[in-house]
């Protein structure tokens, strides 16, 4: 298991997360969602605090793609957020910081001020029990194909993020 900043996560201070890509219309809605219907689903819901962010600028305020929509519908999960691009703030106010590729994470660390900035950012494929080249890849040019590809990697990195977690819940 990766080493990630861990505390006791109480429902007076539940665990935030903020999951990041490049336009937060494809990837991180998506792992937002996934998170949060994982969260639900397990009545953990007043655990964690779950948001997602880009650290582009192009989409900011739409709603996530439409072939992320229709494939996280086809399980049964609502992709709800508006995309917003990631501020400095993010970084002081989450506990966990989830990028999507290395270039996320790459953009990240160049906002870091504090060391312990940075070990709050981590890949959503260090979760991974597969986890390939640890890029979860951009299908924004891609068929509704490379969409499901993205949401099985998502979805299986986003079980094996909250069984580690909920070892933290007290
Ligand atoms: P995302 O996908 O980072 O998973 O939201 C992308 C969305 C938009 C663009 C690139 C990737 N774009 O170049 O506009």
């Known amino acids: 298991m990766i080493d990630f900043p861990r505390r006791n996560i109480t429902t007076e201070k539940p665990f935030r997360i903020n999951f990041v890509c490049l336009g937060n219309i494809c990837r991180s809605p998506t792992a937002e969602g996934v998170f949060q219907h994982l969260v639900h689903e397990t009545g953990l819901d007043l655990y964690f605090e779950i948001d997602s962010a880009g650290t582009g600028s192009w989409h900011v305020g739409n709603p996530a793609n439409s072939k992320s929509q229709a494939v996280a519908n ?8 508006r995309a917003r691009k990631v501020e400095s703030s993010d970084l002081e106010y989450y506990d966990l910081i989830v990028a999507m590729d290395h270039s996320n994470a790459g953009d990240l660390n160049s906002m870091v001020v504090k060391p312990e900035q940075e070990s709050k950012i981590v890949l959503l494929r260090d979760f991974d029990p597969d986890p390939d080249d640890g890029a979860v890849p951009d299908p924004y040019y891609d068929e509704l194909e490379g969409f499901q590809v993205v949401f099985d990697i998502i979805h299986r990195s986003c079980q094996n993020l909250l069984a580690e977690l909920r070892k933290d819940i007290k």
């Open 74 to 81: 086809k399980h049964g999960i609502k992709l709800l957020s």
